[in-house]
């Protein structure tokens, strides 16, 4: 199999560069081997994380894409991997479903740690109204102190939203 392939290859660049071709397939066997070698715990978190950007930078369709990356989110046992799913999640292209996923990881997940590089990639929509009303949302009530600077630093990123005069309250 394609994991099977780039897991055996001996030295970290060649099993990136594998990643990278497989990310390049047409179709959803890419995105399938991709998820499974970011959830490959044999493999350096390197390589995994290498999975998870390709699979934002992949040919499939951004749907496919999107609830892989979610999956890798909500899923894999590693924190630092669950937080490079969630930048890479905003790494695709802005859209509904994005800023909602994003919003639902910022809001909810367990670690801190990912909620916090959501709020940094719903930052990274800078020209996207629902990201900034939900980073404003997070700036008014999250219990975290840490998390909401976090929201506050992420909207320093938008530009010529109405949401701002809201944030004059805060």
């Keep these: 199999t394609l994991r099977s392939f780039a897991s055996s290859l001996s030295s970290e660049r060649l099993r990136r560069e594998a990643v990278d071709a497989i990310a390049e397939l047409p179709d959803h066997r890419g995105?399938?081997?991709l998820r499974?070698?970011?959830?490959?715990?044999?493999?350096d978190r390197r390589v995994q994380s290498?999975?998870?950007?390709?699979?934002?930078?992949?040919?499939m369709d951004q749907?496919?894409?999107?609830?892989?990356?979610v999956a890798i989110v909500n899923e894999h046992p590693d924190e630092y991997v669950q937080g490079r799913a969630a930048e890479a999640i905003g790494n695709l292209r802005a859209s509904?479903?994005?800023?909602?996923?994003?919003?639902q990881i910022a809001r909810t997940h367990r670690s801190l740690n990912v909620r916090r590089r959501a709020m940094e990639a719903l930052g990274e929509l800078n020209e996207d109204e629902g990201a900034a009303r939900v980073?404003?949302?997070?700036?008014r009530t999250d219990p975290d102190p840490v998390s909401r600077n976090r929201a506050v630093e992420s909207l320093g990123e938008f530009?010529?939203?109405?949401?701002?005069?809201?944030?004059?309250?805060?």
């Design 135 to 139: 980073l404003l949302d997070i700036a």
């Design 96 to 103: 509904e479903a994005v800023t909602s996923a994003l919003a």
């Design 63 to 69: 749907s496919e894409r999107l609830r892989a990356l």
């Design 159 to 170: 530009r010529r939203l109405p949401v701002f005069e809201e944030l004059a309250v805060l």
């Design 31 to 33: 995105t399938t081997a």
């Design 50 to 59: 290498a999975a998870v950007e390709a699979i934002a930078d992949g040919n």
């Design 36 to 43: 499974e070698i970011a959830s490959d715990q044999s493999l």
